[in-house]
């Protein structure tokens, strides 16, 4: 089967300018998360949906950034003025439905590198 | 705080040598516990979960909640299995987090 689609793979851009990442979850895949990956850390969750509503969005920095995952499958997040500190691999993963508590599961795309000058 | 320590960032050893990668967890509860490994320009995807007691590529991971620790072992490394490995564990809900990561070296 299909896995996780995510793009663009790598985005260069200046401070302040805007960014948008897309994905799109495996069929069938109810849950979706967007994850941030800064150079020798652990991912670090965003953002979390089941369906289109969102579950958890507790470490998303609001002011800059923005999710949403329309008709319950893709998704974009985008990021309003971007700084320095954002450059990061965004990381977009899809579960069944209740993934972490049935299964521990995540699938994980291949990312979205983005550079901040 | 629930959260998952991995003490060591880099971890070196020679072909057929045992490995021991650490993880460390702090949770109030029964907590479940998994480690995602990734391999050079792979996706980062599951390796084994504490819940199946299970054995993949040779590796094994036991829960020892006296001393909060989810340690990965393999008894002989091979040269495949240098990779990044993720401990993970979920906190507030079902948000799933994960250590810093190991990064594994098999030298031939």
């Known amino acids: 089967e299909a896995g996780v689609a995510q793009s663009p793979r790598y985005k260069i851009i200046e401070k302040r300018q805007s960014v948008a990442f897309w994905c799109n979850p495996i069929?069938?895949?109810?849950?979706l998360y967007w994850y941030q990956q800064i150079l020798g850390q652990g991912p670090k969750l965003l953002i979390q949906f089941q369906n289109n509503g969102v579950v958890d969005d507790s470490q998303l920095p609001k002011d800059r950034f923005s999710a949403e995952r329309l008709k319950g499958v893709d998704s974009t997040l985008k990021i309003q003025p971007a700084k320095l500190e954002d450059s990061a691999v965004y990381l977009c993963a899809s579960s069944l439905v209740g993934g972490i508590a049935n299964t521990g599961e995540l699938f994980f795309g291949e990312g979205s590198r983005l550079t901040v000058l | 705080a629930q959260r998952v320590t991995q003490p060591e960032k880099l971890l070196s050893v020679f072909k057929g040598a045992p490995v021991e990668l650490k993880c460390n967890y702090s949770y109030s509860g029964s907590p479940e516990l998994f480690w995602y490994v990734q391999y050079s320009r792979q996706r980062l995807q599951l390796l084994l979960r504490?819940?199946s007691r299970e054995s993949i590529k040779g590796f094994t991971a036991d829960l020892n909640k006296g001393e909060t620790s989810f340690h990965l072992k393999k008894p002989f490394a091979q040269e495949e299995d240098s990779a990044m490995y993720y401990c993970a564990l979920p906190t507030s809900g079902s948000r799933l987090t994960f250590g810093e990561g190991t990064q594994l070296t098999v030298n031939p």
């Open positions: 504490h819940i």
């Open positions: 069929s069938g895949h109810a849950t």
